[in-house]
């Protein structure tokens, strides 16, 4: 076998074109040479936070985004939208920002994962190679878990639980609906994104209600005993809109919703009782986002993950952010999406270019709006435990608060979204 020389290599290397040599090597060259080919699917707060975050801090990555829409509405503050105190401009966002950073947004809808031959399929037919890959794909619904429910039946009585199309069914349905009329809600059993979503959503739909359509009523079959900053709520429910909303607890409907008939516009609670509705918000069980199924980074509905790094704990060359992870005490929440981004492009950042890896630390505040100038918030900071992330330094809003402080709290959420949306889509 003949030697080849260093001088030899790079002349070997120059006539065949760098981009050849690189495919005839593999990734570790590629890696070698401080590159690296990084697909991230799903554009929402976790994965185009660490598309800004690498091709900013390591632009020599070859870093893609894989996002079936063209334009993305945040789930969060889509509930300001329902209230009327948000338009739906102002919660739904481009990707320019990150296309000018360098970042290639491929828009279409990721089919398919081969994690041996580190492979995304296209459902236009195209493959993309990956060194890492991120998945931050949000959820997906269990339809079957409620009778009658389906995508088909959700275009009449909506989830709303993903962004865009299904808020402005549901905004739609509110605004023709006839004063006096009876909107009913499904909260979701748990786990759930946003766990305070569902009470913040009853209290902005209550809100535009009281405003535009009087004597009507929101009732909340709730899965549930229990649920997020329920106090806040209960007591925001009550001095805003005590003749509204009635929250229905489990115990008196034998687990809530358990079928829709969306001809006759009518929900079945366990116990068998039928209820009449003029508006369904039917939010059913919830899982991982189908490709992190297709991927094999599922066990049983969600994507369990090393907590120092949130790496797949199932694939090696993963990464799972966001909703579809299974972060224990950590909620699924935008904020908390983001935190995770900050982690993982760091430590992609330290495996494919040597940087400095840095202790991970993640952060979560959910905020709420109750009423006008009224927001309540709940959050913690985490570390990573052996198998688990650990909740440390927790805080909560409280009953019978000032008025001056909902206004800050209120202020403050409006801050948040402003600085996260400007990380997510580069926006300055």
């Known amino acids: 076998m003949t030697r080849i020389d260093r001088r030899q290599f790079v002349q070997l290397a120059s006539a065949v074109g760098v981009s050849a040599a690189a495919s005839s090597f593999g990734s570790s060259f590629a890696i070698a040479q401080g590159k690296g080919r990084v697909v991230i699917i799903g554009g929402g707060a976790g994965g185009a936070s660490v598309a800004h975050y690498l091709k900013k801090n390591a632009p020599q990555l070859e870093v893609t985004l894989i996002e079936v829409k063209a334009k993305y509405t945040t789930c969060f503050f889509s509930n300001l939208y329902l209230g009327g105190f948000r338009t739906f401009d102002s919660i739904t966002h481009d990707y320019e920002g990150l296309k000018k950073l360098g970042v290639k947004v491929v828009t279409e809808l990721a089919t398919g994962v081969d994690t041996d031959k580190k492979q995304v399929s296209l459902k236009n037919g195209d493959k993309l190679l990956y060194d890492k890959l991120v998945l931050s794909p949000g959820i997906d619904f269990k339809y079957e878990a409620i009778e009658g429910y389906s995508a088909a039946a959700a275009k009449v ?10 808020t402005q069914i549901l905004k739609t349905q509110l605004k023709n609906m006839k004063a006096g009329g009876t909107v009913v809600m499904a909260a979701p059993p748990n786990p759930f994104r946003c766990p305070p979503g569902p009470y913040e959503r009853a209290s902005m739909i209550a809100h535009y209600l009281q405003k535009h359509k009087p004597g009507s009523k929101l009732i909340i079959f709730d899965p549930k005993e229990k649920f997020s900053k329920m106090a806040l709520f209960q007591e925001g429910w ?24 969306v001809a006759a516009m009518t929900v079945t609670t366990g116990d068998g009782e039928v209820t009449k509705v003029d508006v369904a918000n039917i939010i059913p069980a919830q899982k991982a986002g189908k490709i992190a199924h297709i991927a094999g980074c599922t066990k049983g509905d969600w994507c369990p993950i090393n907590a120092k790094d949130f790496s797949s704990a199932l694939q090696k060359d993963v990464y799972v ?15 908390s999406a983001n935190s995770q981004a900050r982690v993982v492009a760091n430590a992609i950042q330290a495996e494919l270019l040597g940087k ?22 709940v959050g913690a900071n985490y570390t990573p435990g052996s198998d688990k992330l650990l909740s440390k330094d927790s805080f909560i809003s409280q009953t019978k608060e000032s008025d001056g ?7 403050e959420s409006l801050s948040w979204y402003d600085s996260i949306t400007n990380e997510m889509f580069v926006k300055s």
């Open 157 to 166: 009585m909506p989830h709303a639980w993903q962004a865009g199309v299904q």
């Open 405 to 411: 402080l909902r206004k800050e709290t209120f202020n």
């Open 356 to 377: 400095r890896l840095f202790p991970a630390r993640f952060r979560n505040t959910c905020w709420s709006m109750i009423s006008v100038d009224n927001s309540v918030k």
């Open 238 to 261: 009550l001095d805003y809109y005590e003749n509204i909303v009635e929250w229905i607890s489990p115990e008196f409907t034998d687990g809530g919703v358990k079928k829709v008939d």
């Open 321 to 335: 952010i966001g909703d579809s992870s299974i972060a224990k005490s950590m909620p699924k929440s935008a904020f």
